[in-house]
């Protein structure tokens, strides 16, 4: 591009990104208005149209946005019928919280806390400790969990409080670091089976008179990844899915609410190299750049020491157009991680943070040759990503 050309390139200002519904309608909001409901000390009933309810159930679908699930009324009629409020139940979007990636959602789910508290900011974030990349979803390299996250989960809260409290889901999420800081408390139930843990979890739900119940089901996720969404892969797991939250309803016990939603959404990204710019092949992005952490549409760009500022004006000038990019503090400032960050979480975000608008990714294709090969991709402050589902559905 000539100077010209970047003369008349105009970035995208911070302010301008749709920042998530922090407080009065995002994931960290659910498990604290359920467990206001409940009797939990400590919660606060911040989405008001949910209504008190004795034994409570989340199903979490990895993967599906509230997008693709309006998209898709043929294969996933039952969920659709919630949307519409035709059997008894509301349905709305809600956000899921910047960056828009399980880890982060998961935690933001299970602590009530949105991503400057808990501090899961990311798929990849630096460890000040260390000064290496933490993979946050895979917990790689090993960190103390506990440090890394000291606040205690809704589910802990819940069951000291006298409510039944349990976790279903696949049994090798049992002794995860990510489990054990996001979402235990209680106890946890593996199951292999999708229809095995809708039976449980309407099992754990009945089994008290207050009750807390959650079970997640993952391969929407995956198969979206791989081979996009809209695939037939993608269309097959929204087919199964929706059978699986439709089972689970039709057990609910009485005085219950089952609540199905997602940890974000996603979108297909052309292979081509205006919609996949590759950071390991960009002498011009990586000038200065000491680490790139997150993900293709959310990344955290760790400066050498001295140069972000440098590194904050070439990304504005070469990315300006087609990513919100904003220095650590403007992204805090704008609200981007919540409300405030930990004085633990802030050096984990990036010195630069680049928030995917148009549909691109920066992808690494030498450190990162999976992750780059991805069809579907999620992370940014976009509605597609963004909005997940909140349906209800009472007995």
Same mark, same amino acid.
């Not at 990036?350 to 090969?373: C, F, M, N, W, Y």
């Given at each position: 591009?000539?100077?010209?050309? +970047?003369?008349?390139?105009?970035?995208?200002?911070?302010?301008?990104?749709?920042?998530?519904?922090? =407080?009065?309608?995002?994931? @960290?909001?659910?498990?604290?208005?359920?467990?206001? !409901?409940?009797?939990?000390?400590?919660?606060? =009933?911040?989405?008001?149209?949910?209504?008190?309810?004795?034994?409570?159930? $989340?199903?979490?679908?990895?993967?599906? =946005?509230?997008?693709?699930?309006?998209?898709?009324?043929?294969?996933?009629?039952?969920?659709?019928?919630?949307?519409?409020?035709?059997?008894?139940?509301?349905?709305? *979007?809600?956000?899921?919280?910047?960056?828009?990636?399980?880890?982060?959602?998961?935690?933001?789910?299970?602590?009530?806390? *949105?991503?400057? @508290?808990?501090?899961?900011?990311?798929?990849?974030? &630096?460890?000040?400790?260390?000064?290496?990349?933490?993979?946050?979803?895979? +917990?790689?390299? +090993?960190?103390?969990?506990? *440090?890394?996250?000291?606040?205690?989960?809704?589910?802990?809260?819940?069951?000291? /409080?006298?409510?039944?409290?349990?976790?279903?889901?696949?049994?090798?999420?049992?002794?995860?670091?990510?489990?054990?800081?996001?979402?235990?408390?209680?106890?946890? !139930?593996?199951?292999?089976?999708?229809?095995?843990?809708?039976?449980? /979890? /309407?099992?754990?739900? @009945?089994?008290?008179?207050?009750?807390?119940?959650?079970?997640?089901?993952?391969? %929407?996720?995956?198969?979206?990844?791989?081979?996009?969404?809209?695939?037939?892969? +993608?269309?097959?797991?929204?087919?199964?899915?929706?059978?699986?939250?439709?089972?689970?309803?039709?057990?609910?016990?009485? &005085?219950?609410?089952?609540?199905?939603?997602?940890?974000?959404?996603?979108?297909?990204?052309?292979?081509?190299?205006?919609?996949?710019?590759?950071?390991?092949?960009?002498?011009?992005?990586?000038?200065?750049?000491?680490?790139?952490?997150?993900?293709?549409?959310?990344? !955290? $760009?760790?400066? $050498?020491?001295?140069?972000?500022?440098?590194?904050?004006?070439?990304? &504005?000038? %070469?990315?300006?157009?087609?990513?919100?990019?904003?220095?650590?503090?403007?992204?805090?400032?704008?609200?981007?991680?919540?409300?405030?960050?930990?004085?633990? %979480?802030?050096?984990?975000?990036?010195?630069?943070? #680049? /928030?995917?608008?148009?549909?691109?990714?920066?992808? #690494?294709?030498?450190?990162?040759?999976?992750?780059?090969?991805?069809?579907?991709?999620?992370?940014?402050?976009?509605?597609?990503?963004?909005?997940?589902?909140?349906?209800?559905?009472?007995?």
């Amino acid at each position: 591009m000539t100077q010209a050309a +970047w003369d008349d390139v105009e970035p995208l200002p911070v302010h301008s990104a749709p920042v998530p519904a922090y =407080g009065t309608g995002s994931l @960290a909001d659910l498990l604290p208005t359920l467990g206001f !409901h409940l009797g939990v000390p400590g919660c606060a =009933g911040t989405i008001p149209e949910l209504q008190p309810v004795d034994r409570a159930c $989340v199903f979490l679908i990895d993967g599906l =946005g509230w997008e693709q699930l309006k998209a898709h009324p043929d294969e996933a009629p039952f969920l659709s019928s919630l949307i519409a409020s035709s059997r008894g139940g509301t349905g709305r *979007p809600i956000t899921a919280g910047f960056p828009a990636t399980t880890a982060t959602s998961l935690a933001s789910v299970g602590t009530g806390l *949105p991503p400057g @508290a808990h501090g899961l900011p990311g798929y990849t974030v &630096r460890n000040p400790a260390t000064g290496a990349l933490m993979n946050q979803l895979r +917990w790689h390299p +090993w960190t103390s969990p506990r *440090p890394w996250q000291p606040y205690p989960t809704i589910f802990q809260r819940a069951h000291e /409080a006298g409510v039944r409290t349990a976790q279903v889901s696949a049994p090798a999420f049992e002794s995860t670091p990510l489990t054990k800081i996001a979402l235990s408390g209680g106890t946890f !139930h593996g199951r292999l089976s999708g229809e095995d843990r809708m039976d449980l /979890a /309407a099992e754990q739900l @009945a089994a008290g008179d207050r009750s807390l119940v959650y079970t997640y089901y993952s391969e %929407v996720d995956g198969k979206g990844h791989r081979f996009g969404v809209d695939s037939d892969a +993608w269309r097959g797991q929204l087919m199964y899915v929706d059978r699986l939250a439709q089972r689970l309803a039709e057990q609910l016990p009485p &005085r219950s609410a089952l609540y199905v939603t997602a940890d974000h959404g996603m979108l297909d990204i052309p292979f081509d190299e205006q919609s996949r710019i590759d950071f390991d092949e960009d002498w011009e992005l990586g000038a200065g750049v000491a680490l790139l952490g997150g993900e293709g549409r959310a990344r !955290h $760009v760790y400066a $050498v020491p001295g140069a972000q500022s440098d590194v904050l004006a070439v990304w &504005r000038e %070469v990315l300006g157009e087609q990513f919100w990019i904003a220095s650590r503090d403007e992204a805090i400032a704008a609200g981007w991680f919540g409300p405030a960050v930990d004085p633990r %979480v802030y050096d984990r975000l990036g010195d630069v943070i #680049a /928030a995917a608008r148009d549909d691109v990714v920066i992808i #690494a294709s030498r450190t990162e040759p999976k992750e780059s090969l991805m069809v579907g991709n999620h992370g940014s402050m976009t509605p597609v990503e963004q909005l997940v589902p909140l349906l209800e559905v009472r007995s």
